[in-house]
């Protein structure tokens, strides 16, 4: 079993930025595949941004390249999901998920590679 939550999230004004955090426990962090999901009021959850276990591989939707970055910290068993230039549309909640099993190909855009999810924290940007 792993636990996750995440906070950081807020309400800020177009351009400022924000640092999400997830903290996981009750496994080996190092086992953890990580994701970052969000949903939108009326829309489906959808990817944002994935670090592999060794954190050598990030993974990012079209729409946050170069604005959003995604790090963990082995020590702290947290990833991080830094938001900058942020935009109206990046309004949701934000969820992180997490997958301790093995696998054989890295679907980490979908979220049935997932096993487990936050309570998700909500971003506001405000134009």
């Known amino acids: 079993q792993v636990q996750l939550v995440e906070s950081g999230g807020g309400l800020v004004q177009a351009g400022g930025s924000l640092r999400l955090s997830c903290a996981a426990s009750g496994r080996t962090f190092g086992t953890c595949y990580m994701g970052w999901f969000r949903q939108a009021p009326g829309q489906e959850r959808e990817f944002v941004a994935a670090i592999s276990r060794s954190g050598g591989r990030l993974n990012y939707v079209d729409s946050v390249k170069g604005r959003f970055t995604v790090s963990r910290d082995s020590a702290k068993n947290t990833v991080y999901l830094q938001m900058n230039s942020l935009k109206p549309e990046d309004t949701a909640v934000y969820y992180c998920?997490?997958?301790?099993?093995?696998?054989?190909?890295?679907?980490?855009?979908?979220?049935?590679?997932?096993?487990?999810w936050g309570q998700g924290t909500q971003v506001t940007v405000s134009s």
């Open positions: 998920a997490a997958r301790t099993s093995t696998y054989i190909g890295e679907y980490y855009h979908q979220r049935s590679f997932y096993e487990y």
